[in-house]
């Protein structure tokens, strides 16, 4: 190989290790926002209650929502990892990283799931009583604008899923055509 390939192939090996080693930093300090976030779900959701107690009735589901939304992006964000690790040992085709990208997909699709409740919750039409007049209301489960965010949300999550299964099914081609070359050469 000559002098100026090898200085470039050296380059691109250099600067495919720092954007992993930065994507890998990026996803610790993603972690650590979502441990916070699961933390302040409560608090949060404790005083929004505590300002506008016709909120209530939904301080638990939306609390576990919240806390099982989050985790589905902390363990989507824990497989980028590994995928991240293949692509560093140059071993991304090897047929390992499926089994990550499924897990990236069932995340978003559980993500959706959750959003989906959340909607269909959020119009039920439960009734909060006032501890003090004993008089019933409507619960004050969502905002006008929550709705809109909630379906854009979805849409959101159906194209990512959509996407990811594209790349899946690419992938998976990749891994036999690599495989088939292999065989020849």
């Known amino acids: 190989m000559n002098e ?3 200085t470039a192939a050296m380059h691109g090996t250099q600067c495919r290790l ?10 610790v300090l993603f972690e650590l926002v979502c441990v916070l976030g699961q933390y302040a779900v409560f608090p ?3 005083a929004v209650v505590e300002e506008v107690p016709e909120t209530a009735p939904g301080l638990w589901p939306y609390r576990i929502a919240a806390v099982l939304g989050i985790l589905c992006v902390e363990v989507a ?3 980028v990892w590994p995928l991240l690790t293949l692509v560093r040992d140059r071993d991304i ?10 897990l990236v997909i069932g995340c978003a699709c559980a993500e959706g799931l959750l959003v989906l409740f ?16 004993r008089e019933s209301v409507p619960a ?9 965010t909630l379906v854009v949300g979805l849409l959101l999550i159906a194209a990512f899923v959509l996407l990811m299964l594209v790349m899946r099914s ?10 088939e070359l292999e065989a020849v050469i």
């Open 4 to 6: 100026p390939i090898r």
């Open 18 to 27: 720092a954007v992993i080693i930065a994507i890998k930093a990026m996803i």
């Open 44 to 46: 949060v959701s404790a």
């Open 77 to 79: 964000l824990a497989a």
């Open 93 to 102: 085709f090897s047929g390992r990283a499926i089994a990550w990208v499924d």
């Open 118 to 133: 959340v909607l269909v919750f959020a119009g039920s039409g439960l009734q909060y009583v006032d501890p003090v007049t």
């Open 140 to 148: 004050a489960l969502s905002m006008p604008l929550m709705a809109l």
């Open 170 to 179: 690419l992938l998976t081609q990749a891994i036999v055509q690599r495989r």
